[in-house]
């Protein structure tokens, strides 16, 4: 019969008798000194902040009409507006700004 199973053992010599399985989350041992192996207690993580996102709803709609105006002027103006040395390259800078639109997008809480 093991020292554990009688009534009134002290819960030190249990644990110091009985093999604990380290995997399992549940297994606890006391120790008879007091603080030995004694993690100090985890410090609480302060809130972040978050600072007010009130601008991104306006950039983010910005971004999307700027880029859809500039592509509609390059091809309204026969490619000759908004930059005539950018070609059709116009294209690309217009959906850039589409695309940092949605980027900006991902800031919206």
Request: contains cysteine; proline residues 8%; aromatic residues 10%.
């Amino acid at each position: 019969m093991s020292p554990c199973t009688l009534p009134r053992t002290d819960p030190v010599t249990c644990a110091a008798t009985q093999r604990i399985d380290r995997r399992d989350p549940r297994a606890e041992v006391t120790y008879p000194q007091e603080g030995r192996l004694h993690a100090p207690p985890a410090k609480q993580g302060q809130a972040i902040k978050l600072t007010n996102r009130a601008w991104v709803a306006p950039v983010m709609l910005a971004m999307f009409l700027i880029g859809l105006a500039w592509i509609v002027v390059f091809y309204v103006t026969d490619g000759s507006l908004p930059i005539d040395s950018l070609d059709n390259w116009n294209i690309v800078v217009g959906f850039g700004f589409i695309a940092a639109g949605f980027g900006v997008s991902t800031q919206w809480k």
